[in-house]
């Protein structure tokens, strides 16, 4: 079975799989959960393993191996590798079982091009809501980012990460466009794991929340011009952070 972190030790990761009928001792969860359940379990359970490098780029195992680790059945695993191999993070070999997709920082300078697009989209129609619907967003990034900056206050680079994720997801989960947010999330995971590789690499990130405050109040004023101008801005200042650093450290694959 995983535990936390890492693919040793015989306790199943709760992190990775909450509420696992395995921590009671339950060896068919299939007993006590529908099949779509089970499937979305397995989905974000291995989806998370992968993000957090429990499975590491390069990491080769069968369905029943992985399913074996993450404390399920082998069913919903096989359900759920299709759906991760449909968002490249996964890559089904005949015969030889399931691998873990290695991103290169070529990989990552595409991935960077594509947030920029769709997150400067997601931020011009946020500006382009009426007052009633988009200051109540404003609200909601501004609290994101004001739990960025009490990280930063503390060192805390963990929590920056994950209040600096927060904002970027509320930025396009409250645009509006259900399409745009499921292509955007499906390419940050695959960037995910370059984020958390850099994140003691480069300076502390101290420029992000102005940054993410001009976001926050060029959609409070509805003004789109800007509200698109600084999103880009801001990615395209983390990519050009990125992707040198990457290569500096001789990061061929992820």
């Given at each position: 079975m995983l535990a936390c972190?890492?693919?040793r030790g015989i306790v199943p990761c709760a992190e990775f799989f909450p509420g696992n009928p395995m921590m009671l001792g339950v060896t068919d969860n299939s007993r006590v959960q529908p099949k779509s359940s089970l499937v979305d379990d397995a989905y974000r359970a291995l989806k998370e393993a992968i993000r957090e490098n429990a499975f590491p780029p390069g990491y080769q195992g069968s369905e029943m191996e992985i399913a074996q680790k993450l404390g399920m059945s082998r069913t919903p695993v096989h359900e759920a590798v299709i759906r991760l191999q449909e968002e490249g993070l996964v890559r089904v070999l005949s015969r030889r079982g399931v691998?873990?997709?290695s991103i290169s920082p070529e990989d990552i300078r595409e991935i960077y091009e594509v947030i920029i697009a769709l997150?400067?989209?997601?931020?011009?129609?946020?500006a382009s809501k009426p007052p009633s619907e988009r200051l109540p967003i404003a609200a909601?990034?501004?609290?994101a980012n004001a739990a960025m900056e009490n990280a930063l206050?503390?060192?805390?680079?963990?929590?920056?990460?994950?209040?600096?994720e927060a904002f970027h997801r509320l930025l396009v989960e409250r645009?509006?466009?259900?399409?745009?947010?499921r292509m955007l999330y499906t390419i940050i995971d695959q960037s995910h794991r370059a984020r958390i590789i850099?994140?003691?690499?480069?300076?502390?990130?101290v420029d992000s929340v102005p940054q993410h405050r001009r976001i926050v109040e060029a959609i409070r004023a509805g003004d789109v011009a800007a509200a698109q101008g600084f999103t880009k801005a801001h990615r395209t200042a983390a990519r050009d952070l990125v992707v040198p650093l990457l290569a500096q450290y001789g990061m061929k694959f992820l």
């Amino acid at each position: 079975m995983l535990a936390c972190k890492h693919l040793r030790g015989i306790v199943p990761c709760a992190e990775f799989f909450p509420g696992n009928p395995m921590m009671l001792g339950v060896t068919d969860n299939s007993r006590v959960q529908p099949k779509s359940s089970l499937v979305d379990d397995a989905y974000r359970a291995l989806k998370e393993a992968i993000r957090e490098n429990a499975f590491p780029p390069g990491y080769q195992g069968s369905e029943m191996e992985i399913a074996q680790k993450l404390g399920m059945s082998r069913t919903p695993v096989h359900e759920a590798v299709i759906r991760l191999q449909e968002e490249g993070l996964v890559r089904v070999l005949s015969r030889r079982g399931v691998i873990v997709c290695s991103i290169s920082p070529e990989d990552i300078r595409e991935i960077y091009e594509v947030i920029i697009a769709l997150e400067s989209a997601a931020a011009e129609l946020l500006a382009s809501k009426p007052p009633s619907e988009r200051l109540p967003i404003a609200a909601e990034l501004e609290s994101a980012n004001a739990a960025m900056e009490n990280a930063l206050q503390a060192d805390d680079l963990d929590a920056w990460a994950k209040a600096d994720e927060a904002f970027h997801r509320l930025l396009v989960e409250r645009c509006g466009n259900r399409r745009l947010a499921r292509m955007l999330y499906t390419i940050i995971d695959q960037s995910h794991r370059a984020r958390i590789i850099t994140l003691r690499l480069r300076p502390k990130p101290v420029d992000s929340v102005p940054q993410h405050r001009r976001i926050v109040e060029a959609i409070r004023a509805g003004d789109v011009a800007a509200a698109q101008g600084f999103t880009k801005a801001h990615r395209t200042a983390a990519r050009d952070l990125v992707v040198p650093l990457l290569a500096q450290y001789g990061m061929k694959f992820l």
